[in-house]
């Protein structure tokens, strides 16, 4: 599904925070957002989840107004990431996925809600995981357990804020290039705020940069993350070198 976002403002106060953002994100695209912190990025995700109420512009899906979706509706379609959640959760993860087949589910789950789940569980190799609670593992683990949760919604459209915050190298590598085969798997869309401009580059297929509440660049990671646009955004001096597939940032 593809979002279109048509000349948005947002603020919290009088103070916009969003100012006149218009994009468009298309289908099986996973895009990062990138800019320095309070430029807007965690905003202009929870206004596309339709966590936070747009009062000027509009958000569409396909076409479609998110305005006119019902509640479930809208949560079988998006599923959103967050980047705080509460650490003190002491359901065990297997309760914590179920919980993600709520907008299908009217009264109990079914066979099929239990394959969705076993199927989550596999892709994340998360079997031995599935009898703890959630309070017992590492914030790395956690960040894990709550993408495999908005999978198990199974979305069309996965917002992700800076999800891999609190990840080793490793688990990092690991949860970027999942989502990204899972967007070609799946055939969804996925759209996350991140600060790692060299993985953004590496592992999505495009990005977006923000400033100010104001998209300055989008497209190709080899175009945007240039020397010039890091400079102006940031107001850091880089040398950007092309290794392989990836863009390095010297300073
Ligand atoms: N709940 C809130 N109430 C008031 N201001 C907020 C709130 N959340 C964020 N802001 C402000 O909005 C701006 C953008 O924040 P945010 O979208 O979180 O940026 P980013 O995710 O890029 O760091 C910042 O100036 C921030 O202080
Ligand atoms: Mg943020």
Redesign the pocket.
């Known amino acids: 599904m593809d979002i279109t976002v048509k000349n948005v403002c947002f603020g919290?106060?009088e103070t916009n925070?969003l100012n006149d953002i218009s994009l468009n994100i298309k289908s099986n695209d996973f895009v990062s957002i990138l800019?320095?912190?309070?430029?807007?990025?965690?905003?202009?995700i929870k206004c596309i989840s339709r966590i936070l109420r747009i009062k000027q512009g509009e958000i569409l899906i396909d076409g479609r107004n998110i305005n006119s979706f019902e509640a479930r509706e809208l949560a079988r379609t998006i599923g959103y990431v967050p980047q705080f959640t509460n650490n003190d959760n002491n359901s065990t993860i297997y309760e914590i996925l179920e919980l993600g087949r709520c907008p299908y589910v009217n009264w109990r789950l079914k066979n099929h809600d239990r394959e969705v789940i076993e199927n989550v569980i596999e892709s994340f190799g998360l079997q031995s995981f599935v009898k703890k609670q959630f309070c017992q593992l590492s914030g790395g683990q956690q960040q894990r357990i709550k993408i495999a949760r908005a999978l198990v919604q199974e979305p069309e459209i996965l917002l992700l804020?800076e999800p891999i915050n609190n990840l080793d190298i490793r688990h990092q590598i690991d949860v970027l290039s999942l989502l990204g085969d899972i967007v070609k798997q799946k055939n969804i869309t996925a759209v996350m705020?991140i600060h790692d401009l060299a993985l953004a580059a590496r592992y999505s297929f495009s990005v977006m940069l923000?400033s100010n509440?104001r998209i300055v660049d989008c497209g190709d990671p080899a175009k945007v993350i240039s020397k010039d646009n890091v400079k102006d955004v940031y107001g850091v001096d880089v040398e950007i070198i092309k290794h392989k597939e990836s863009l390095l940032l010297a300073l």
């Open positions: 919290y106060n925070v800019g320095p912190n309070g430029s807007g990025k965690s905003t202009l804020d705020a923000m509440g």
